[in-house]
Nanobody, 126 residues
């Protein structure tokens, strides 16, 4: 059982930065793939970033690569999404997600994840 709580969203001017946090409960969280997704109004939920549990590798959507960084603090059982050089098109509700323990498949689809946070709004003004 994994529960996720997101925070850190808000309103920021274009070019600014935000750091999203996702605090997790559940003893098996360390062995779960962690991901971030976002959903803009009228659009499908899309992949943003992921960190497989079995390695230190990270993966990003082309639209955010070089600007966003996913990281974790194992001691705090928290995953982060550092967002720099934000653009208006980054405006969306951002969701953190976790796979089942030991999952080693695809990281970029919603079907890969079993647990989801409530979402946090990120609004980037121009």
């Amino acid at each position: 059982q994994v529960q996720l709580v997101e925070s850190g969203g808000g309103l920021v001017p274009a070019g600014g930065s935000l750091r999203l946090s996702c605090a997790a409960s559940g003893r098996t969280f360390s062995s779960a793939t962690k991901g971030w997704f976002r959903q803009a109004p009228g659009k499908e939920r899309e992949f943003v970033a992921a960190m497989p549990w079995s390695s230190s590798n990270t993966y990003y959507a082309d639209s955010v690569k070089g600007r966003f960084t996913i990281s974790r603090d194992n001691a705090k059982n928290t995953v982060y999404l550092q967002m720099n050089n934000l653009k208006p098109e980054d405006t969306a509700v951002y969701y953190c997600a976790a796979s089942q323990s030991g999952y080693s498949g695809s990281y970029s689809t919603t079907r890969s994840y079993s647990y989801w946070g409530q979402g946090t709004q990120v609004t980037v003004s121009s």
